[in-house]
């Protein structure tokens, strides 16, 4: 135990210490300082908006079609997910159950057609999801041929030192050492969501932001590891680095992407146009009288669509960036499940208002645990795969070839 400690100690002091870590706590803290500055600008203009839009209906309106909007989540600043779609305004008119399935939305209004929305804010999901993951690999896919090269390796290997033992303390000593570059960025980011926002965070909040940073610290480990198995396979520096980056390409940018047009492909949905003729062909007589059957027809439709969404969520998981998107977005009340949640509901509501039950909507969102419940299997996921690369390095280090 304390060979190890002194080794992890080592390593800790050459990381810290050398420029390519401090390089990467300058990076972090300007990537996360601007991320959050931003999209705190961007959630008050949305949410602005949505204010705007809940006091300026007239009763005319009101009678002529039903206007609303999904108030803009707070921790949509960190992972926005699907939230700005949620927070467009919809309308429900009178022959809305004849011709789609869920309410209609509006186009953006002239507010928000700037030069602004063709330039994407990067939240902290995104800058640890594609920037951190790339920076881990870049700290450690050199920890094991990069000393051999040096020939510091054998040096440490001629004393009576188990391999499995200098193995671990260079991935734990390396990780330590990325989550103390990450630290002071994280830091400020909290103190200024703290100090110098007006999103109102509550002890939930709190919670789930705690549980997406530790997430973030569970994907991140990931990109390490991969970087330090890669590092065992081969013997030189520049063939890990090129591996590494081949690898990471097609696991973090392709991976998702091709998960999600493969579950187009096989669980093909019906064009919204003609699923709305179809309803029309249907009914051969008043709405009342088809009504349920037109809405019977509906949840058949909007299951089709969750069919092909869960096909897609599952694919697209053999990239842990999936599984990080998914979980992340999940806790900040962003994410899809989030997302049909409130299409359910505006559901009901509209279904019970036409059979004279009228009542205002009220908008209910998942509670903690069940969110904390419904990320269950991607931090799984992400577990297994930190399991899986650092078993595959332990086998790969005691069959390397040292000198």
């Not at 908006?49 to 079609?65: A, C, G, H, I, Q």
């Not at 699923?275 to 059957?293: D, I, T, W």
């Amino acid at each position: 135990m304390r060979l190890l400690r002194t080794l992890i100690q080592r390593e800790l002091l050459e990381n810290l210490t050398s420029v390519r870590y401090v390089l990467t706590s300058i990076l972090c803290l300007a990537l996360c300082i601007t991320s959050i500055v931003l999209m705190s600008d961007d959630y008050r203009r949305r949410r602005a908006r949505y204010n705007v839009l809940m006091s300026d209906m007239t009763e005319e309106e009101l009678k002529r079609s039903l206007r609303f909007a999904k108030q803009p989540q707070p921790l949509s600043v960190i992972a926005r997910g699907v939230d700005e779609v949620m927070g467009r305004p919809a309308r429900i008119h009178g022959w809305q159950p004849e011709e789609e399935p869920i309410a209609h939305v509006d186009g953006r209004s002239a507010e928000g057609q700037h030069l602004f929305d063709l330039f994407t804010i990067p939240d902290f999901v995104y800058i640890v999801g594609l920037v951190l993951s790339a920076f881990a690999i870049f700290l450690s896919f050199g920890t094991i041929c990069g000393e051999k090269q040096t020939h510091t390796l054998s040096l440490l290997m001629s004393h009576p030192i188990r391999r499995s033992t200098l193995l671990f303390a260079k991935w734990m000593g390396g990780y330590i050492s990325l989550l103390i570059s990450l630290c002071p960025a994280i830091l400020l980011m909290l103190a200024f969501l703290t100090a110098f926002s007006d999103i109102p965070l509550q002890t939930a909040h709190w919670i789930r932001l705690l549980g997406i940073m530790a997430l973030s610290f569970v994907y991140l480990l990931i990109f390490f590891t991969l970087g330090l198995f890669t590092s065992t396979v081969v013997h030189r520096p520049a063939t890990a680095l090129i591996l590494v980056l081949f690898v990471w390409a097609v696991w973090v940018l392709g991976m998702p992407r091709i998960g999600c047009s493969v579950a187009k492909g096989l669980r093909p949905i019906q064009p919204n146009f003609t699923f709305g003729l179809q309803k029309r062909a249907v009914r051969q007589g008043s709405f009342e009288e088809f009504r349920e059957l037109l809405w019977n027809m509906d949840d058949e439709y909007i299951a089709t669509v969750d069919a092909q969404t869960r096909m897609g969520q599952n694919l697209s998981r053999l990239s842990p960036l999936a599984s990080y998107v998914y979980a992340s977005s999940t806790l900040a009340q962003t994410g899809i499940v989030d997302a049909q949640c409130f299409r359910r509901q505006v559901a009901d509501w509209d279904r019970e208002r036409r059979r004279d039950r009228y009542s205002l909507l009220s908008l209910r969102a998942l509670p903690t645990a069940q969110s904390f419940l419904e990320m269950t299997t991607d931090l799984i996921l992400l577990l297994s795969w930190n399991v899986l690369l650092f078993a595959g390095a332990h086998v790969a280090f005691l069959r390397y070839d040292v000198r």
